[in-house]
């Protein structure tokens, strides 16, 4: 039997969300039919809605359907799929912000999504919530420190070692700092002076007001570090990290790109981190995400989700979470029921 599909489609480039019917994908060889039970808007999803993103996996043809992560359950298997089964309760990622065109079958801003079985988790017993809360920024954080800049696993890392995570207020920042505590590593911060108490529960020894005047001056009295990773990836951080990188120089991870003057000997690893599962010469890592790391960090609970809100209306509620995602009029994420 064919399950019913709705989804948020945007209509033409720069249009409002229309929830409207649409058929239902059937999985090829490979990959799983999953109905779709939350769905966080990521920072991403609301520029690509928004402002016109049109960068690496933006929607090049309309209509076009956004969203490349969400938790649920598996309706349909597709062919030599043997890792899961129907009814499984999974987190996943998908390829629409990887390949463009895959969009309206990929893309989670609908009540069915086909997902590839590779970038698929099984979630024990976490709530679909927390699920989806974690692995998409998650996977960004430990991407940029462990894939990108070289950081071991967890519990093979040296206390003498320092990390700087920049901007730790959010959600990525947040999984930064409890990647590089649960390494072993030292970990300074910057955040807010609200976030202070959390941060330091996160696993941060110190943590800087990043709008400080002497901040810069103060983390270099904190450090030296073998890794610096900027979570907010603004201009300011980006400057702030190459400063701290004199005179030796070396390298820093970013969450955005963007137009800064950096010195000759500073290195800026920028990426789209929160996509490396989804590519073909990071398989040994995907497998080691989906197949081990994410699976014990749900069902151990080995981090502390994201603060979140709920936001009820399903599909509808999409267009005006993404306007308060944008104008970062929200602490935390928002997280939709497609099936509301
Ligand atoms: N390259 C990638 O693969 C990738 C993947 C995921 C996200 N991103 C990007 O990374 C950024 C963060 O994503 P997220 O999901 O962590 O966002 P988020 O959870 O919405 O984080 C927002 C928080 O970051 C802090 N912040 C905002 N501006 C800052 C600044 N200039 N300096 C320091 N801290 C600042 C604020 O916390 P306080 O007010 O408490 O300080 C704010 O509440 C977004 O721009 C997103 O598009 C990139």
């Known amino acids: 039997m064919t399950v019913a599909n709705r989804a948020a489609l945007i ?3 720069g249009g409002h ?3 409207t019917d649409v058929e239902t994908s059937h999985p090829g060889p490979g990959e799983v039919l999953v109905m779709n039970h939350a769905i966080v808007i990521q920072p991403l999803d609301a520029k690509m809605l928004l402002a ?3 960068g690496a996996g933006a929607p090049q043809s309309y209509p076009a359907l956004l969203g490349s992560s969400g938790a649920g359950t598996v309706e349909e298997l597709g062919e030599g799929v043997d890792n899961l089964a129907a009814g499984d309760r999974v987190v996943y990622d998908t390829r629409a912000y990887v390949k463009g065109d895959v969009n309206r079958r990929e893309g989670t801003w609908q009540k069915t999504v086909i997902v590839d079985a590779k970038t698929v988790a099984k979630v024990g017993d976490a709530a679909f919530e927390q699920a989806v809360l974690i692995n998409f920024p998650l996977q ?4 940029a420190l462990h894939l990108f800049l070289g950081m071991a696993t967890p519990g093979s890392g040296n206390s003498e070692e320092r990390v700087l995570v920049w901007g730790a207020g959010g959600a990525v920042g947040s999984y930064a700092v409890q990647y590089a505590k649960s390494v072993g590593h030292t970990v300074v911060a910057t955040a807010s002076p609200r976030d202070v108490e959390r941060q330091k529960r996160l696993g941060a020894t110190e943590v800087v007001d990043y709008k400080a005047a002497d901040a810069v001056d103060r983390l270099r009295q904190l450090g030296p570090y073998k890794y610096l990773f900027t979570a907010s ?3 300011a951080s980006q400057a702030a990290l190459a400063a701290l990188l004199q005179p ?3 390298k820093f991870a970013s969450v955005l790109g963007g137009q800064v003057d950096l010195p000759p000997n500073v290195e800026r690893v920028y990426t789209a981190f929160s996509q490396a599962a989804q590519k073909e010469e990071h398989s040994a890592w995907r497998d080691w995400w989906y197949g081990e790391y994410l699976p014990r ?3 151990d609970g080995l981090v502390e989700p994201a603060r979140f809100s709920k936001v009820s209306g399903g599909l509808a509620a999409l267009q005006q979470a993404s306007t ?4 970062g009029k929200v602490r935390g994420k928002i997280i939709v029921n497609p099936q509301e």
Request: hydrophobic share 40%.
């Open 11 to 13: 209509p033409s480039k």
């Open 17 to 19: 969300l229309k929830v």
């Open 52 to 54: 016109g993103y049109d």
């Open 140 to 143: 960004t954080a430990v991407a």
């Open 233 to 235: 990836g603004d201009a």
């Open 248 to 250: 030796q120089g070396g």
């Open 297 to 299: 960090v749900l069902q």
């Open 324 to 327: 308060d995602v944008f104008k």
